[in-house]
């Protein structure tokens, strides 16, 4: 009987005029990938670590990492733990890369994420929330205790901050650490059920220590929100230690190999050395010194693993908008439908319907990928873990930054998952070719560490406190001379990004505008939580687009001229997008005429089209190896189909 998979190759081949016998289109998006344009590509999104992530990809060439779905909940979580062993004993990262190359560990984050989302979600907590923490909080007793064992994960840990009633406001927790000095102990207790340490991952089943952040009382002060270190349970028995009652939080809309726990803690006694003491110390008669006077500073410095998280957040949605890509435009290429004859023989990657759909988000995700990259070095610059002061305006720039982009690549890799799930029909329903799991992965990177709309409420905060700053002063100006706009602009990335920086400076100067002259901060409040909400959200997103255009744009300048078009026509139709979306306002502002206003969705659609023969370079480069696609449809899903397998990859060959 002729191959299906060949069978649909030859007439894709007869319908596009190729006599080798495979489309350009199809082969580029089923072949093994080549040349120069692709590896430059490949390797600018890449940007870091290259020989550790293509260790990682080589290392989860196993049947370990085969994806599974028809499993009891306690087994999932089980994989997802022993692929994490895996990965944390090969030496590709290491807690204390913090230090000395904090880009290996974001990069761990993205490649995990390739194979298992709950593996890649277990390993953000265990590396960054929890052994971050301990690193920056911590001091040589800490470091001594604890450093090994959480890179051979045989001292697995929790992040405490979050509480069921205070969650985005976590300072206001109510928590206690108290310290009784006549045992020169810490008595750590939930006072109520509002104070419950929630959402806590890795808490229900497999952690053995706990960072548990509490307002800190001593001598009848409070001093503030400090971390504490709690052992949760028994090494041996792994049963919960005296005072401590965990709850399994169970069954998820996604991620369920991660295990999600409630925390109450029935005033558990740890000693005095448990306060994570590098930047406030106790003394044994109880007072309290530290080098950060006030105590919503402390908070802010105590709770700082949440700024690197929201990295690693925004580098595993990335890759998880990057196997959807790869799924969806590796299907559309091979399933035929009714083409020009009335016979299913055309691609339904060739239909604009279809190109329309995935071309932008592929722009877009490459654009984020860039912009991420541009994140990650501004962050580890400043990180905090070397000798170097930050000054205060670095230092909110940066923290601006993190703010803006794990946003925007949550909701993108939300957009791109879903739009492939239905671009794929019905085959994107089935659990085996994973946009469920996608979908899912990414609610809960839109909610974790910082809602995003939250994240971008405080965007717009730290810009309207950034207004002294010179760069900040020029994006102002530049909002009250917007530049000349023609259609010409609209194939121009450098006038593109110029219009952004315009945008951006009008909608700051239009928020702080609004935001002038107010009294008392009631008043503040109400204007800013209950009548400036679209402007706030507006003025973040402009900021935010503007900075991912602008690390694109300088991408653009160092590229090759080999891979330079092809860049641009990918950058080009981002910023188009973002500009459709907004065209509106900038149209009633005068910023843009109507007549190219008329003219962006057409340019839209050209772009669309322009990019169809790249779409297989485009694919290959975002990097996701064979082994670890795992979907029947970006296979040989006629074959797959062949036997009953219940809607599992394992032992299947497609």
């Not at 929790?158 to 108290?178: D, H, K, P, R, S």
């Not at 919503?296 to 890759?319: E, N, P, T, W, Y």
Request: glycine share 8%; hydrophobic share 45%; net charge neutral.
């Amino acid at each position: 009987m002729e191959d299906s998979t060949a069978r649909r190759i030859s007439q894709l081949a007869q319908h596009l005029g190729d006599p080798g016998g495979a489309g350009a289109l199809t082969r580029a998006l089923t072949s093994a990938a080549g040349g120069q344009v692709q590896h430059e590509i490949q390797m600018l999104l890449e940007h870091d670590s290259h020989a550790e992530r293509q260790k990682m990809k080589d290392l989860m060439n196993t049947d370990l990492f085969t994806p599974r779905w028809n499993i009891p909940l306690a087994e999932e979580r089980e994989l997802a733990l022993r692929r994490l062993k895996v990965l944390s004993n090969s030496g590709n990262f290491s807690i204390t890369d913090f230090r000395s190359d904090p880009l290996r560990i974001f990069a761990a984050h993205e490649v995990a994420a390739l194979a298992d989302v709950s593996l890649a979600t277990k390993m953000t907590v265990q590396y960054n929330l929890f052994g971050g923490t301990v690193l920056k909080l911590g001091t040589a007793r800490h470091h001594d205790l604890l450093l090994a064992g959480i890179d051979t994960m045989d001292h697995i840990g929790c992040f405490a901050l979050t509480e069921l009633g205070f969650g985005n406001n976590a300072v206001e927790m109510q928590t206690t650490a108290t310290f009784d000095e006549a045992r020169d102990e810490w008595v750590i207790h939930t006072p109520g059920s509002l104070a419950q340490k929630y959402w806590i991952t890795n808490g229900a089943v497999h952690a053995h220590w706990a960072v548990v952040f509490a307002q800190t009382i001593s001598r009848g002060q409070r001093h503030g929100i400090h971390g504490f270190l709690v052992r949760l349970r028994n090494h041996e028995t792994m049963q919960p230690c005296q005072g401590v009652t965990i709850h399994d939080m169970g069954h998820k809309m996604g991620c369920n190999g991660v295990d999600n726990g409630k925390l109450w803690f029935n005033n558990v006694r740890v000693p005095r050395s448990a306060m994570l003491d590098a930047f406030s110390q106790v003394a044994r008669d109880g007072t309290l010194t530290s080098k950060i006077p006030r105590a919503r500073d402390r908070f802010l410095k105590v709770a700082d693993q949440l700024l690197s998280g929201r990295i690693c957040i925004a580098s595993m949605m990335l890759s998880g908008a990057k196997m959807a890509l790869t799924i969806g435009m590796r299907y559309a290429s091979t399933r035929l439908a009714v083409g020009p004859t009335g016979k299913s023989d055309t691609p339904i990657l060739e239909y604009q319907l279809q190109q329309r759909a995935l071309a932008p988000l592929l722009a877009s995700t490459i654009a984020l990928n860039i912009g991420l990259n541009y994140v990650k070095e501004r962050w580890s610059a400043a990180s905090g873990f070397g000798d170097r002061l930050i000054p205060a305006d670095e230092a909110r720039e940066v923290i601006t930054l993190v703010c803006s982009i794990k946003p925007l690549c949550g909701w993108n890799t939300e957009e791109t998952a879903t739009t492939c799930r239905e671009r794929c029909g019905g085959q994107g329903y089935l659990s085996c070719n994973r946009f469920g799991s996608i979908i899912g992965f990414a609610h809960a990177g839109i909610t974790a560490e910082g809602d995003n709309r939250v994240l971008f409420t405080k965007v717009a905060k730290e810009l309207t406190a950034s207004l002294h700053v010179p760069e900040v002063k020029a994006r102002l100006e530049a909002g009250k001379k917007p530049p000349a706009v023609t259609v010409a602009s609209l194939s121009d990335p450098e006038a593109l990004l110029a219009l952004f920086t315009a945008r951006d400076g009008r909608r700051l100067a239009a928020l702080a505008s609004a935001m002038s002259g107010l009294g008392s901060s009631a008043e503040v409040f109400d204007v800013w939580m209950r009548r400036e909400s679209d402007a706030v959200q507006a003025t973040a997103t402009a900021y935010a687009e503007r900075e991912v255009l602008g690390a694109c744009v300088r991408a653009l300048r160092a590229a090759s001229p080999v891979a330079r078009p092809l860049l641009v026509r990918c950058v080009t139709l981002y910023a188009l997008c973002r500009l459709e979306a907004d065209l509106a306002w900038l149209m009633t502002e005068g910023m843009v005429p109507l007549r190219v206003g008329a003219a962006v969705p057409g340019a839209v659609r050209g772009l669309c089209a322009a990019l169809a023969p790249d779409f297989g370079t485009l694919v290959q480069a975002l990097g996701v190896p064979e082994h670890l696609i795992a979907a029947p449809i970006a296979g040989d899903w006629a074959r797959y189909n062949e036997t009953d397998n219940r809607g599992e990859v394992v032992g299947e060959v497609f």
